[in-house]
């Protein structure tokens, strides 16, 4: 019998498996940041051990750095706290930071795909539950635990359960207007925040062969949404092409014998898989959330669904999250005023996201009661974006550009938005206070989110483009 992608990488990365025990898997590639790391650290300071293979640990600041003026101290006293502990950790243990001031800076999850650390075929674990976005290049990445964080860090490997697996197949092709993150949306809608349970989920069809790198490693970003370990796309040459000449990608002979691997990472036609599932491209249109966790979404053009229509289980605490949005049952979202627009996050702060908005907006004004925050992943996509005259673009349109951090994903700096306030964000949840305290997020596709700061209001992107045509 044939193997799953997910399999032939597994079991490749296998150090040792016992009948009722979790399997021991070697980590190729760790990557850390301030949040997750000081006890892991401490834990190792301890037991008197160091850290096994620093060189394959890759550190970056970035969940509580200011989105302004990065060169002078954060304000927020836990915030620099974090990221003043990560860089002694760092400097006390030879790991190579990516910290406030060099120019590989940024987000994480931008980071690792953007400097070419991120390969098919590897393993790759970080303290953080988006570390499914590496799975878009063929690899088996996922979010762990602070006690797992010192596991690797002490040892290269970690303690898992082997994983079921599940194909969610997309074929067809992607309205106008419609993009990567509409399509996640519509699935974790389909399948609910824990659909995906337990399983890694291999994206498969040809709507998903026709999105780019950062299509994909938004698909695979939002896979935890829907309760999934991780999410994967077997490698092909969009892969091979966004990796080429990358600083740290194979170069020369190494990359002829890299592809020539890479190229036997696919799922096998016999393998078998626990789950299958199957959509069409033409059944999504663009998406928005509603309610507070991301399988609370649906066209923007549809009614917000009904309690009575839910579980006799789940009324209550679907009434309740339509109370914390302030939204009634059975309306329209669409022409909805708003407050805040965030363009940001590891779901949507690549420079693709930003051509995009760029492209949309140009000679176009925000409106006024709009508040817009535009936060690149990472210093290389900042000074792309100024080096293609996006921040041009943007000042005119009265859009702010920041610099790379997690911002308002999460509110855990100082980019939060205020109580009762709605946002329309790229990001990727929309829990209770999960931007700021009672604050009230909206998950859209950039496209989405640019039509919702130029008009004011929710709009359907689709109306504007027909206006432009």
Excluded at 79 to 96: K, M, P, Y
Excluded at 193 to 217: K, N
Aim: net charge negative; charged share 20%.
């Amino acid at each position: 019998m044939g193997k799953t992608l997910v399999e032939k990488i597994w079991d490749a990365h296998l150090v040792k498996r016992s009948e009722g025990f979790p399997d021991i898997l070697y980590i190729d590639t760790h990557l850390i940041h301030e949040v997750t790391t000081p006890q892991a650290f401490d834990g190792l300071r301890r037991r008197g051990l160091p850290v096994f293979r620093p060189e394959q640990t890759v550190a970056t600041a970035d969940h509580n750095v200011p989105t302004l003026n990065q060169h002078l101290p954060i304000r927020e006293e836990l915030s620099r706290l974090q990221v003043d502990t990560l860089t002694r950790n760092c400097n006390e243990f030879g790991i190579e930071l990516y910290g406030l001031g060099h120019p590989n800076q940024g987000i994480v999850h931008v980071i690792g795909p953007e400097l070419g650390i991120t390969l098919p075929g590897k393993t790759i674990v970080c303290g953080d539950s988006h570390t499914s976005t590496h799975g878009a290049f063929g690899c088996i990445a996922f979010g762990i635990g602070t006690s797992e964080v010192e596991q690797v860090l002490a040892t290269q490997c970690v303690l898992q359960q082997s994983p079921k697996t599940m194909k969610i197949e997309v074929n067809g092709q992607l309205a106008q207007g419609v993009s990567a993150k509409d399509l996640i949306l519509y699935i974790i809608s389909k399948l609910s925040a824990a659909g995906g349970t337990g399983f890694f989920i291999e994206y498969a069809g040809s709507a998903i062969r026709s999105l780019s790198m950062e299509g994909r490693m938004t698909v695979c970003n939002m896979s935890i949404e829907m309760g999934a370990r991780g999410g994967l796309i077997a490698p092909d040459t969009t892969t091979f092409n966004y990796i080429e000449g990358r600083e740290f990608a194979p170069k020369g002979e190494n990359w002829q014998q890299s592809i020539k691997y890479w190229q036997t990472l696919y799922s096998d036609e016999d393998a078998q898989f626990d789950s299958v599932i199957t959509f069409d491209a033409a059944d999504i249109g663009p998406m928005i959330t509603y309610g507070t966790n991301p399988g609370m979404g649906m066209a923007i053009n549809e009614t917000i669904p009904t309690t009575y229509s839910q579980p006799s289980t789940e009324q209550l605490s679907y009434q309740k999250a339509l109370t914390y949005m302030g939204l009634e049952d059975g309306t329209a979202m669409v022409g909805k005023e708003i407050d805040y627009v965030f363009i940001g996050s590891c779901t949507n702060s690549r420079i693709e996201d930003l051509r995009e908005v760029a492209e949309f907006v140009k000679g176009r004004r925000k409106a006024d009661n709009v508040t817009v925050w535009i936060v690149p992943g990472s210093k290389h996509v900042e000074q792309q974006a100024i080096a293609e005259g996006l921040d041009k673009v943007f000042e005119q349109a009265g859009f702010q550009l920041r610099e790379p951090g997690c911002s308002a994903c999460l509110g855990m700096n100082e980019d939060k938005i205020p109580a009762g306030k709605y946002c329309v964000s790229t990001s990727n949840r929309n829990f209770e206070g999960r931007q700021g305290q009672n604050a009230r997020t909206l998950l859209v596709s950039p496209l989405t989110a640019a039509a919702a700061a130029i008009t004011g209001k929710i709009t359907d992107i689709r109306e504007l483009l027909q206006v432009g045509s």
